[in-house]
């Protein structure tokens, strides 16, 4: 489990999202709800923290934090 998200780290879900493009999801939006984005084909899906955070498999990549 990650302990925490930021806005455009790049993520492994559990399942692939059916475009077959890409295995990676950028985060787009982070709250009580998340919000990803295909890599591949640029699908966007927000779900409830909880559901994401059992459904990513890994971090792949953090976002450059500016400050």
């Not at 475009?19 to 990676?24: A, E, G, P, T, V």
């Not at 779900?47 to 955070?53: D, K």
């Amino acid at each position: 489990m990650i302990d925490h998200y930021a806005l455009n780290d790049i993520v492994q879900m559990k399942k692939d999202h059916p475009c077959k493009k890409s295995h990676y999801w950028k985060i787009v939006r982070v709250g009580a709800d998340i919000k990803i984005k295909c890599e591949g084909c640029g699908a966007i899906v927000m779900m409830e923290r909880t559901e994401f955070e059992r459904k990513c498999k890994k971090m792949i990549e953090r976002a450059e934090e500016n400050g």
